[in-house]
């Protein structure tokens, strides 16, 4: 029975990574600070820079047509899980990607330790998105290396999160901070500053929950809801091209403090996932419904 509780504990921690990883609702790493401050400069629902919301715009409308970037992104989620990603990912399409996830810190990291994996290679593809264990897990998986979560089975899981994971799996491109920045209302241009030797524009908000408006406002307010956040500060730099240089997110959950910085680079590269082989995958929905000893 412990290692069927084992194998369960491991694939929800396995996909808790990914959903990280991929940034949508997650936060990262950096200096943080308490709720709703960690952006001094940030504006307020009511304060809306015209400018500021059309540059938005066409950031939005050049990311689209990029179609894949390099990311490179540290992540905190409380005392849960603290992590770093480095990898490419497409969004011309089906989502593709390759990324390498780092486990630095929180109790989800100190499991995986104990089963002697402190990274992960995780691969998405059209259908699926595959995460690579360490031997020691691998070895209650019957020699099989990597764990394919379909993104049908995951969609199906209750409460609410599977779909969100789903959603978030299949919308990979770095579109979420300009758009919860978009519905937030108070986005504003803070000025130019050199991020990693590129020229670049910095806009910043406050994202109340509550109070975003606009066509996705109602998608951006269950995503963090789901995540239990009401409010996040969000900055983004944005390029003389119109793209992501680098973002943050933070925010506060009941489990503490939430933070997420990602930096961007090489859009348009070629990317491209292999499927890892059949006889060294086994399947999460099977895993699941798996009784152990």
Request: charged share 25%; proline share 3%.
């Amino acid at each position: 029975m412990r290692d069927g509780i084992v194998r369960r504990g491991v694939l929800q921690v396995a996909a808790v990574a990914a959903l990280s990883a991929l940034a949508g609702c997650s936060f990262s790493d950096d200096s943080g600070s308490s709720k709703g401050s960690a952006a001094p400069s940030g504006g307020r629902a009511g304060r809306v820079d015209p400018r500021s919301a059309a540059a938005l715009r066409a950031v939005e409308q050049a990311t689209v047509r990029a179609g894949s970037a390099r990311i490179e992104s540290s992540t905190a989620m409380g005392g849960m899980l603290s992590l770093k990603t480095d990898g490419a990912l497409g969004w011309s399409g089906d989502p593709v990607g390759t990324l390498r996830i780092t486990y630095t810190g929180g109790q989800l990291a100190t499991t995986m330790r104990e089963l002697s994996s402190t990274s992960m290679e995780a691969r998405l593809l059209p259908d699926a998105y595959y995460a690579r264990v360490g031997e020691t897990f691998a070895r209650r998986l019957q020699g099989r290396h990597w764990i394919r979560y379909g993104y049908g089975d995951l969609a199906a899981l209750p409460g609410g999160s599977g779909a969100s994971l789903t959603d978030q799996l299949r919308n990979t491109a770095p579109l979420q901070p300009v758009r919860l920045l978009r519905a937030s209302g108070g986005v504003r241009r803070v000025g130019e500053e050199t991020v990693r030797g590129r020229r670049t524009t910095h806009y910043s908000g406050t994202v109340d929950a509550a109070a975003l408006t606009g066509e996705d406002a109602a998608a951006l307010k269950e995503r963090l809801e789901q995540a239990g956040v009401t409010e996040e500060t969000v900055d983004i730099w944005v390029d003389d091209r119109g793209l992501l240089v680098k973002k943050v997110e933070r925010g506060e959950l009941a489990g503490g403090r939430m933070s997420a910085t990602a930096y961007y680079r090489d859009y348009g590269v070629k990317v491209s996932a292999v499927r890892p082989a059949a006889t060294d995958t086994a399947d999460f929905k099977e895993l699941m419904g798996t009784r152990g000893p």
